[in-house]
């Protein structure tokens, strides 16, 4: 099948020229969920463009009848993080103009929503759909306000047309999957939130983070976060419920690379995530995923360590690595200006747990991090 391809303006630079937005939309022969997924919202996370670029190939060489729904697709992301350089490195983790986190700049309805629990009394026994559907609603009609605000004369920063034209694509999303990859060297794994640990196993990777502490300024929290209200609302009136979204992170290796081992973790996540989910009906595809064991923990027991003095790291413990309290994970070589000879210091964990995280720079300043472990 053929994708709708559309191109979406950005932004019109100083110069005239304009950067754009490529989406290709996947649409199958009967209706069904809407998959959103993007990549590269950081500029040094490149890995995921190559997963998307993948899933096109894939979803060219299926019919329209396989398909049940939409499948969204935007690679390359924000394109002004992208071209970000500095020297080698391609940092674009940061709006440099409005000194602002590319990924904490977006709309979260829930903020605003002060009228929850008047439209949870109102919706008590209604069909969840039924109840999606108008609260859908409600969400996009204060959306809409902000394209008055970027319309005006007035007009916005850059971080909030930009964010509108993300969002505006994923609104109305079932499913939205957002790839990324480590800034330093890291593991795979993904983000997820609570309730959605059956899911979470379809991605096929080894452990997952679930976000119990969040503002709602990143994009998959700003997605999810006023469907998780709305269920907890649900449930203070007495009624268990749990809508059919969801809102993923793919955290997919190292930043600045395309490694062929995270990319096609990638591919093999979201093509299972598909077709468990009933998106892709494929038949006899991807059945060993049923029983696939994932670890589970909490963004509260990562563990961020940070340089105790500036100098070189040495000895640095492993990616990937088990460790024990009180085993050493690295050692600092400082040197001073003091007239003193250089030293080694050791430097031990806290407590148990996976080195999931760490500094691609082994030159640290004092306060910066070195790698992180989660338990």
């Known amino acids: 099948m053929l994708p709708v391809i559309e191109k979406i ?7 005239g020229d304009r950067l754009f937005l490529q989406v290709y939309k996947f649409v199958g022969a009967k209706p069904g969920k809407k998959v959103y997924i993007q990549s590269n919202l950081y500029g040094a996370e490149i890995a995921g463009n190559a997963v998307i670029h993948q899933l096109i190939e894939f979803l060219l060489t299926i019919n329209d009848t396989d398909l049940i729904g939409e499948v969204c697709l935007v690679p390359v992301c924000n394109p002004m993080g992208t071209n970000e350089r500095a020297h080698h490195f391609s940092p674009g983790r940061y709006c440099v103009y409005e000194a602002k986190d590319w990924n904490r700049i977006f709309w979260d309805y829930e903020k605003e929503a002060d009228d929850l629990v008047a439209f949870t009394k109102s919706q008590l026994h209604i069909d969840l759909e039924v109840v999606r559907q108008n609260y859908l609603t409600i969400i996009k009609q204060q959306f809409a306000k902000i394209l008055e605000k970027i319309n005006s004369p007035h007009s916005v920063p850059y971080t909030e047309l930009f964010s509108y034209k993300l969002q505006n694509l994923s609104l109305d999303a079932d499913y939205l999957i957002d790839l990324h990859s480590s800034t ?22 080894d452990f997952g983070i679930l976000l119990d502490k969040y503002d709602g300024d990143a994009f998959d929290e700003a997605f999810i976060k006023p469907w998780l209200a709305l269920e907890a609302c649900f449930k203070n009136f007495g009624r268990e419920i749990k809508f059919d979204v969801e809102a993923w992170t793919l955290e997919l290796g190292t930043g600045m690379q395309m490694n062929s081992d995270s990319v096609a973790k990638g591919v093999r996540g979201v093509k299972n995530y598909l077709a468990q989910k009933g998106v892709l009906q494929i038949p006899n595809s991807w059945n060993d995923a049923k029983n696939h064991e994932m670890n589970f923990v909490s963004s509260g027991n990562r563990k961020k360590y940070y340089a105790i003095a500036g100098g070189m790291i040495q000895s640095r413990i492993e990616l990937g690595s088990r460790i024990k309290a009180g085993e050493k994970l690295y050692q600092i070589l400082s040197f001073n200006k003091e007239e003193k000879l250089p030293t080694v210091i050791d430097v031990c964990a806290q407590q ?3 080195v999931y995280d760490v500094a691609t720079n082994q030159a640290v300043n004092e306060g910066e991090f070195v790698l992180g472990v989660v338990s």
């Open 9 to 15: 303006v950005l932004r019109q630079m100083a110069s």
């Open 184 to 205: 330093n060297y890291a593991l795979d794994y993904l983000y997820y939130f609570r309730n959605r640990e059956d899911s979470a196993k379809y991605f096929l990777l």
């Open 352 to 354: 148990d747990g996976l």
